[in-house]
């Protein structure tokens, strides 16, 4: 058989046709082509859609977190300047009075570091990354100020105690100076003088009272040996004016004066008598004016 005759229609190619219509099975080739097409165009944007999400909700979730974590330094800072602020030093030195400082200044500005208001607290409620990230610069900006505040604060405190320290070194120095060869002890004056070389606040305190101790002890024995002596000197004048009464009660006593007598007598028996009167100084005739001319009146002449 011939080759030609040996062709089936089936396989005879089909021809387009002239008038350019396209043929049944090409037409659902198409078709298909077209719709996967569609398809895929529609996954696309869909993809699209949900992957922009996933990227905001990213976005967001982190927005959220670095506003959180501002916030938790925002609150860290308040309970730190809070805790400062209710510190025993702090305390202590906004007791402090203006004649324990040597500057008052410091006084002023420690009232103004402590006097700062706490700020009010940032909320991370924001639903879009925009919004969140407005709470986070106001959280960062407000902490800032805060640990600002707490800085002031903390060398405002300082400040005072160091005031302090200056007038209590002073006042420590002067004391010792106007001490000198005034006490009981001197050593206690070298003590003062170590702690005031060291700033040394406390042994300041146990050197001054030490110092004003032995001030004090010195006053008291000084005092005591000053009252002795008076009433020793007291007690020796006293017995020198007793003893001079005593002397010139002796030298005014009245002399008490002395006048002789004699009295005459008369023998018997052959021999011959006379009688002697009486002699009184005070007499007329040979009588005395003075205890100074009894030997002239003694030596006059008797008369019978």
Known sequence: MDEKDSMTPDTIPQSTPVDGTVPAGRKNRRTVVIGV????????????????????????????????????????????????????????????DATSVRDAKTLDALKQAAGSKTPAMVKCDASDKTGLDEAAAKADKTAKGVKADAKALESAVKAVESSKLDKTVADADGLYKATE???????????????????????????????????????????????????????????????????????????????????????????????????????GGYGVGSANDCDAACRAPIQH
Request: aromatic residues 4%.
């Open 37 to 96: 097409a569609a398809v895929a165009a529609v996954a696309l944007v869909a993809g699209g859609v949900c992957g922009y999400r996933a990227y905001e909700n990213h976005r967001v979730s982190m927005a959220r977190q670095a506003c959180q974590s501002a916030v938790t330094d925002l609150n860290k800072a308040v309970k730190s300047y809070e805790a400062l602020l209710g510190a025993d030093a702090t305390t202590a030195a906004l007791k402090t």
């Open 181 to 283: 060869g005034n006490v009981q002890d001197e050593k206690t004056r070298e003590a003062l003088k170590q702690a005031i070389a060291k700033r040394d606040a406390g042994a300041i305190a146990k050197a001054v009272k030490s110092v004003n101790d032995s001030k004090a002890a010195k006053e008291k024995a000084d005092a005591e040996a000053k009252a002795k002596a008076e009433q020793e000197a007291q007690a020796q004048a006293a017995a020198e004016a007793a003893a001079q009464a005593q002397a010139q009660q002796s030298y005014s006593a009245p002399q008490q004066s002395y006048t002789p007598s004699y009295s005459g007598g008369s023998t018997s028996g052959g021999g011959s008598g006379s009688s002697v009167p009486d002699f009184v100084p005070s007499s």
